[in-house]
């Protein structure tokens, strides 16, 4: 979901706390992009804010130096 949006420059990005090492990539091309990003750190936060089951969305936040892009994000 995440990689369609990206390649469609969809406004809105959610990234999902999860431990499979993917996320990096995505929160680099976002920021090299530009496309905003919202944060989120649960499936259910996702499910309720898109009003859909949590199972829906999986991405990930979780990532060595996830915490180095978070400050670079909120400074931009």
Same mark, same amino acid.
């Given at each position: 979901?995440?990689?369609?949006?990206?390649?469609? #420059?969809?406004?809105?990005?959610?990234?999902?706390? =999860? #431990?499979?090492?993917? +996320?990096?990539?995505?929160? =680099?091309?976002?920021?090299?992009? #530009?496309?905003?990003?919202?944060?989120?750190?649960?499936?259910?936060?996702?499910?309720?804010?898109?009003?859909? @089951? @949590?199972?829906?969305? +999986? +991405?990930?936040? @979780?990532?060595?130096?996830?915490?180095?892009?978070?400050?670079?994000?909120?400074?931009?």
């Amino acid at each position: 979901m995440v990689t369609k949006s990206l390649k469609k #420059n969809s406004p809105i990005i959610l990234l999902v706390a =999860a #431990n499979d090492g993917s +996320c990096g990539a995505h929160v =680099a091309y976002a920021t090299e992009h #530009n496309v905003p990003l919202i944060l989120m750190h649960s499936r259910e936060e996702v499910g309720e804010f898109i009003g859909v @089951s @949590s199972p829906v969305v +999986c +991405c990930v936040l @979780s990532f060595v130096g996830h915490q180095e892009m978070l400050a670079k994000l909120l400074l931009c």
